[in-house]
């Protein structure tokens, strides 16, 4: 069972790295439009996340359900044209 | 790119891997607990074997493969003895553990005299055995969380319900992320998506509201209207999902908490599940909400019937063609492959933290003006909305 790529990945903007503001946790972000987000974290990522570790349940596994510093951080790229935002 | 993509004169080839063959490592519901407590063995046809459920003199749940050792009888067939079950072909006795313990006719039992056994959990009314092909232990940290409802008195009793589905199961799976269809087939109106996977664990966050060409706006039973729903549903590993649900109505809201879940029968069939327990309180007093969670059960199985129909005359698809309005499909089968692979090939990006929030301004915009459409066409037949 291997599984494919998300053509839309290719065919419309590509993930790009994005840096939180707060405590610097690198991801990859992705917006098709300024309401659509995709969010990509990586272990070291999430170990940084400082909503995340103040969150309940954050640690043990239990469900997070984002964290707002790294959204605004993702917005303000968007709006610095870091991450593109494919025009309606 | 694989062959079976490569498009002809612009033409969309429709690729599929046969089903894996394997079945995944995780914990599966067998369904309640009870209903193997009556002192008889349970057939129970699953991961592409017969297996035997029987509850032995200890009060301990036990899923052992049903075929004896010995000559190959059906101990689905045979009796309880004590803790053991009992072959009805030449009444060897098995343990919970696998192991023969007596054989009433012989001196000793002979050597190898062991048969495959399941790992079980009677937690939360359900009974739960964990499938793993590797043969380790269930990690603590897979364990599935409590239902807190499920044995508090203010909460009703699971309202449970089962289906065979001729189908590989990951089309159920693929439900966590597909927004539309809820719409389309279920008649529903998410107005708010959102999709989390992280570890063993894909979380799907969706609000809705209630569409007045499928369910007109009248009071139903204790003059409440429904407004919309709010829904945090989580697979915690391959097959078991915990939806906490609620639904608005203009007066009060009903807590829920709904089962969504699955075990393989072979690779082309699985056992489909639901149960729901309903909060008691307010507004829901006496049997309110006992029948409000029969009604919702009624109101699941018809969901999926219309998935089943769906699912029966389909095909299946390992590279789907998405629209940017569609939930990330492949990035929900690259969390469920971590299932299908042995512990060591499970790799970051399978459980590394994915999200993804839908874009629902075009899909709302869309779906108001279909749902005004219905109830002017039915406004200029002469029927009410």
Known sequence: MTVRRDDRLADGPGMRPVRCDRCGAGVEARKASWQQTSVQWTAAAAAACAERRAAPGGQDGGLFLGCEALRASITRAALDGALVVPDP | MTAVDAERGGVRAIGAEAAPTRFARGWH??????????????????????????????????????????????????????????????????????????????????????????????????????????????????????????TRDDWTDWVWGETVVHANCREVIDNVVDMAHFFYVHYSFPTYFKNIF????????????????????????????????????????????????????????????????????DANSFVLQSGIIVRRGEGMEGTAADETATKLAAFIAMGFEQDVRIWKSKTRIDNPLLCEEDGPVYQLRRWYEQFYVDVADVRPEMVERFEFELDTSRTTEAWQAEVEANIARRAAAGRPA
């Open chain 2, 198 to 265: 992280e570890g063993h664990v894909a979380t799907q966050v969706m609000k809705g509201v209630r569409r007045p060409d499928v369910r007109p706006p009248k009071a139903g039973e204790g003059g409440r209207v429904m407004t919309g729903n709010s829904s945090v549903a989580s697979y915690h590993g391959p097959s078991f999902m915990i939806d906490d649900l609620t639904y608005h109505y203009d007066t009060m809201d009903v807590e829920c908490v709904l089962i969504n879940c699955h075990y393989p029968i």
């Open chain 2, 29 to 150: 519901c067998l369904g309640l607990s009870e209903r193997f407590r009556d002192g008889r063995p349970h057939a129970v046809d699953a991961f592409g074997q017969r297996l035997v459920v029987f509850e032995s003199g200890d009060g301990r749940l036990n899923v052992l493969d049903a075929y004896c050792r010995h000559m190959g009888g059906n101990l689905a067939e045979g009796t309880v003895k004590g803790d053991e079950i009992a072959c009805p072909f030449h009444d060897w006795r098995w343990g919970g553990d696998g192991r023969c313990k007596r054989i009433p006719y012989a001196r000793r039992v002979p050597l190898r005299a062991r048969t495959a056994s399941w790992t079980t959990l009677d937690q939360d009314g359900l009974l739960l055995v964990w499938n793993d092909p590797e043969g380790n232990p269930p990690p603590p940290e897979v364990a599935i969380p409590r239902i807190e409802g499920a």
